[in-house]
T-cell receptor
Framework: DAGVIQSPRHEVTEMGQEVTLRCKPI?????LFWYRQTMMRGLELLIY????????DSGMPEDRFSAKMPNASFSTLKIQPSEPRDSAVYFC???????????FGSGTQLSVL | AQSVAQPEDQVNVAEGNPLTVKCTYS??????LFWYVQYPNRGLQFLLK??????LVKGSYGFEAEFNKSQTSFHLKKPSALVSDSALYFC????????????FGKGTTLSVSS
C-alpha cells in the first residue's frame, strides 16, 4: 500500500482565495483525521470521520473551514476565504480502528500571503 | 476533557547515553497512550502505544515507554541514544470511551550529539 496520500505537498496562495487540500486514506481504513500543525499551537485535531461520516468537527476553527468525505477513498479540506493565519502544515491520517495507530500523510504546507 | 503535556521543548543528550522524553496526561477514564516521531518534512510515524497490560511498553527503534497511573505519566525512554534518533517526538492520548480522538502534546525536540 502506498500509505496516506496528500496533495498538494505545497500550496502558496493569496489572502481571500479558496484552498482545497486532498487526502486519500489507506484502503480499508475506517477512520480519517485532519490535523493542523503550527509552531505556536502544535498539532491540533480539526475533524475526523468514521465510515465517511463526520464524528467530531469541534476543532474546525471557523465557518471558513469545511471538510468532506464523499467516499471511503477520498477526503477534502477546504478553506474559503483563506487568511494568512491559516498558514500551517495540514496533515491527514487514517486508521483501521479508532484505538489503533494512525498513519499520517506527508502533509500539505500551506502559505497564505 | 482530555489533555497531554510535554514539559520540555527540547532534550539534548550525547550519543550512547540514555534518553528520557517526558509526558503527562489527563483523562476522565482509562487512557490510551501513544508516542509518535516526526522527521523533518515528514508526517508523524507511530512508535508505540499503551492500551492495557504491562506498564512497560516496547516499540520501534529500541524505544520503550513506562505507564505510571499514579503519576499520570508516560515517559519515553531509550537506553542508548543514536544521532539518528534526533527528531520531534509527540505524546498523544485519548480516552477509552467512544467518540474521542487522539490529542497530541506540543512535541519535544530531541537532539543527540556525536
Amino acid at each position: 500500500d502506498a500509505g496516506v496520500i496528500q496533495s498538494p505537498r505545497h500550496e502558496v496562495t493569496e489572502m481571500g482565495q479558496e484552498v482545497t487540500l486532498r487526502c486519500k486514506p489507506i484502503s480499508g481504513h475506517d477512520y480519517l483525521f485532519w490535523y493542523r500543525q503550527t509552531m505556536m499551537r502544535g498539532l491540533e485535531l480539526l475533524i475526523y470521520f468514521n465510515n465517511n461520516v463526520p464524528i467530531d468537527d469541534s476543532g474546525m476553527p471557523e465557518d471558513r473551514f469545511s471538510a468532506k468525505m464523499p467516499n471511503a477513498s477520498f477526503s477534502t479540506l477546504k478553506i474559503q476565504p483563506s487568511e494568512p493565519r491559516d498558514s500551517a502544515v495540514y496533515f491527514c491520517a487514517s486508521s483501521l480502528f479508532r484505538g489503533e495507530k494512525l498513519f499520517f500523510g506527508s502533509g500539505t504546507q500551506l502559505s497564505v500571503l | 476533557a482530555q489533555s497531554v503535556a510535554q514539559p520540555e521543548d527540547q532534550v539534548n543528550v550525547a550519543e550512547g547515553n540514555p534518553l528520557t522524553v517526558k509526558c503527562t496526561y489527563s483523562v476522565s477514564g482509562n487512557p490510551y497512550l501513544f508516542w509518535y516521531v516526526q522527521y523533518p518534512n515528514r508526517g508523524l510515524q507511530f512508535l508505540l502505544k499503551y492500551i492495557t497490560g504491562d506498564n512497560l511498553v516496547k516499540g520501534s527503534y529500541g524505544f520503550e515507554a513506562e505507564f505510571n497511573k499514579s503519576q499520570t505519566s508516560f515517559h519515553l525512554k531509550k537506553p542508548s541514544a543514536l544521532v539518528s534518533d534526533s527528531a520531534l517526538y509527540f505524546c498523544a492520548v485519548r480516552e477509552e470511551q467512544a467518540g474521542t480522538a487522539l490529542i497530541f502534546g506540543k512535541g519535544t525536540t530531541l537532539s543527540v550529539s556525536s
